[in-house]
């Protein structure tokens, strides 16, 4: 959950609007482990906490990796529109909170949403300039090792779930980005280059450099540039 200075903390103009970061993979894929790494690494990332009506699970905290709510309370939140996007998961209700991520891109912060297929198609409609990353498991057999490892799906669930990835892998195609998850240091630095790499782009860089490239003589709109004296003023 985002800390209390964190959410009193004030947009600052100079800085573009941050980054949605569109995290999926199939049930088990590793995603939370990658996400939980990027977020000790790179700094200026926050991370989303969904809502969900399924049932903690291990040592799982209310407000820490979900909001667990009933159904009727998810389906009230529906009715409101405070949801971004929502899914039925495997009979699981899952939403992210438009308004948590609305606050944070506003402030020039980047927010990552750890989502399933369902939930990435919705934000990939309604957000086009998010950045979509599948965590693609390096193997159907690795999947169901780590799905049993875990120790938290009946017989029933897990079986619907190695069922259910297929379908979910083959979403991969319509991802920014795919990061083959067969080692968890490359795999979690390759995230992570993503996020830097997309910084980078100049269009999400204009509001941040206008005064280095106002220096230079250069009018910082997309597509303008200068003209005068003023743009040869270096070569006097």
Not at 110 to 129: C, M
Not at 161 to 173: F, H, I, K, T
Not at 188 to 211: C, T
């Amino acid at each position: 959950m985002l800390s209390d200075s964190t959410k009193d903390r004030k947009p600052d103009p100079l800085m573009g609007r941050g980054m949605l970061v569109v995290v999926s993979s199939p049930s088990g894929g590793g995603k939370g482990t990658l996400i939980d790494r990027v977020l000790k690494t790179v700094p200026g990332v926050s991370y989303s906490i969904s809502y969900t009506t399924r049932a903690p699970r291990g040592t799982e905290q209310n407000g820490r990796e979900y909001f667990f709510v009933d159904r009727p309370a998810f389906e009230a939140m529906i009715e409101h529109g405070e949801f971004l996007e929502w899914a039925d998961v495997y009979g699981h209700l899952y939403g992210t909170n438009a308004e948590q991520v609305e606050r944070e891109r506003a402030a020039g912060r980047d927010i990552i949403l750890e989502i399933d297929v369902q939930g990435a198609a919705s934000i990939r409609a309604k957000v086009p300039d998010s950045v979509s990353v599948f965590i693609l498991p390096p193997s159907f057999e690795l999947l169901r090792e780590r799905l049993v490892a875990r120790n938290t799906d009946s017989v029933a669930d897990l079986e619907r779930r190695m069922n259910g990835a297929p379908s979910e892998v083959e979403q991969y195609q319509f991802f920014d980005y795919v990061v083959l998850n067969d080692d968890i240091n490359r795999a979690s630095q390759q995230l992570a280059a993503v996020i830097y790499a997309e910084r980078a782009r100049r269009e999400r860089q204009e509001s941040v450099l206008r005064e280095t490239l106002e220096d230079f003589g250069v009018v910082s709109e997309p597509g303008a540039v200068a003209t005068g004296s003023e743009t040869h003023r270096g070569s006097e």
